[in-house]
Antibody
Framework: QVLLVESGGGLVKPGGSLRLSCAAS????????MSWIRQAPGKGPEWVSY????????YYADSVKGRFTISRDNARNSLYLQVNSLRAEDTAVFYC???????????????WGQGTLVTVSS | EIVLTQSPGTLSLSPGDRATLSCRAS???????LAWYQQKPGQAPRLLIY???SRATGIPDRFSGSGSGTDFTLTISRLEPEDFAVYYC????????FGQGTKVEIK
């Protein structure tokens, strides 16, 4: 079965950095676009970034452009999100999510990990 | 950016009732690329419907999606106890945006 397991979250001071990781299993990772979605406490989901199956194409929400970097290692079945210059408003659960098949750039999200909490506070 | 507005904010119903949730887009959603998700407390969202009307794998047939253009509906024909949750719509016709959610609570 599809399994996505995130790690790397934690408490960080404003301006700090973290590297979030996602280990994928149960499907051919290199065939799928992947995304990071975040959800602030008590709020709805917010799409953060996606990456194409090969890693050649990436896209970011305006709110994180220039601060966050998505990447993947298809040999290790892993997805990453480097988050820099963190702000209090970045506090959220970050989910690793698989895009649906055959979509291309814009897609629905068919499998979600359980999430990793990032808390930005001094 | 396409803004999705969900209504009502909260729906108070009893098990066995029919639930009708609305998702309205600020402009037409290309190719009816509209999905619905269910989220229970402490859990990740789960895909219910994609392409406005197609049920995801393993989703019971009491869940159905309809609509086109700017107006979409998620219907739960008979609420089961496990269906009380928050529901989100998401469009992927032009970039990707989520609605703010509808909470279905026990009356």
């Amino acid at each position: 079965q599809v399994l996505l397991v995130e790690s790397g979250g934690g408490l960080v001071k404003p301006g700090g950095s973290l590297r979030l990781s996602c280990a994928a299993s149960g499907f051919t990772f290199s065939d799928y676009y992947m995304s990071w979605i975040r959800q602030a406490p008590g709020k709805g989901p917010e799409w953060v970034s996606y990456i194409s199956s090969s890693g050649a194409t990436t896209y970011y929400a305006d709110s994180v452009k220039g601060r966050f970097t998505i990447s993947r290692d298809n040999a290790r079945n892993s997805l990453y999100l480097q988050v820099n210059s963190l702000r209090a408003e970045d506090t959220a659960v970050f989910y690793c999510v698989r895009d649906g098949p055959y979509c291309g750039a814009d897609c629905y999200l068919d499998y979600w990990g359980q999430g990793t909490l990032v808390t930005v506070s001094s | 950016e396409i803004v999705l507005t969900q209504s009502p904010g909260t729906l108070s119903l009893s098990p066995g009732d029919r639930a009708t949730l609305s998702c309205r887009a600020s402009q037409s959603v290309s190719n009816n690329h509209l999905a619905w998700y269910q989220q229970k407390p402490g859990q990740a969202p789960r895909l219910l419907i994609y392409g406005a009307t197609s049920r995801a794998t393993g989703i019971p047939d009491r869940f159905s999606g309809s609509g086109s253009g700017t107006d979409f509906t998620l219907t739960i024909s008979r609420l089961e106890p496990e269906d009380f949750a928050v529901y989100y719509c998401q469009q992927y016709g032009t970039s990707r945006t989520f609605g703010q959610g509808t909470k279905v609570e026990i009356k």
